[in-house]
């Protein structure tokens, strides 16, 4: 192959993968993001609003690409309610609130502001 040629496919591989990496944090978000609001949302629901760590069975960071306000947050599942999920949401301000649960009667549910 000519040193033209070469050129030629690796700036084309380059922009493909300059292209797919940008698809990809646009649709699902900035992975070390993510686990920051994880983080996040762990302590506001421990210092903020009085759970213990046992109270809390699982939180995992999440990402709206349908969001510009609040893209990233976090889905809770609280012990005594492993079969329901909570969303929080953190906006660009840093605020944290509590968004949606998927429990017809929540036990954790959040007065709305």
């Known amino acids: 192959m000519t040193k ?3 050129i030629s496919l690796l700036s084309i591989l380059a922009l493909v993968v300059v ?3 940008w698809g990809y944090l646009s649709l699902f978000g900035n ?3 993510k686990n920051d609001a994880e983080e996040k949302v762990r302590a506001y629901l421990i210092q903020h609003k ?3 760590p046992e109270e809390l069975k699982d939180i995992s960071g999440t990402y709206s690409f349908k969001s510009s ?3 990233y ?3 809770v599942t609280f012990a005594d309610e492993p079969n329901d999920k ?3 949401i953190i906006s660009k301000d840093g605020n944290i609130e509590q968004f949606s649960s998927s429990s017809e009667n929540p036990k ?3 007065p709305m502001n």
Request: hydrophobic share 25%; no cysteine; net charge positive.
């Open 50 to 52: 009085g759970y213990s």
């Open 108 to 110: 954790h549910q959040e």
């Open 19 to 21: 292209i797919s990496g």
């Open 73 to 75: 947050g976090a889905a």
């Open 69 to 71: 306000e609040a893209p």
């Open 4 to 6: 033209r040629i070469k």
């Open 31 to 33: 992975p070390i993001k």
């Open 86 to 88: 909570y969303q929080y």
